[in-house]
């Protein structure tokens, strides 16, 4: 019968990992995509107020960039297009890796 503490000790003699060399064990980990079209700032009063055909006005101008965000963190912006009649996104801009880690502080 073989010890269980043996066991648990045989990796430890292992020395150090060589460093991961590729990204392919997260590429499977899902991510939430939104595309922002706008925002907009409402009291509930108005939100109950809405009905069928209302106009909520948004913060963004028509033909400004939409962004992108992945897991609410800006990583593109760009501009809507229909594919095989379905709305789509051309990314015009992609932010840089340094403006992505200044995010995160």
Known sequence: M???AANLNA???RGPQP???SLDFILDVPLKLTVELGRSRMAVREILQLAQG???ELTKF???PLEVLVNDKLIARGEVV???EKFGIRLTDIIS???RIEQLK
């Open 97 to 99: 890796p340094v403006e």
């Open 11 to 13: 990796g430890a003699n």
């Open 62 to 64: 028509a033909g400004e």
């Open 54 to 56: 209302s106009v909520v």
């Open 2 to 4: 073989s010890d269980p």
């Open 82 to 84: 229909v594919v095989n």
């Open 19 to 21: 460093p991961v060399q």
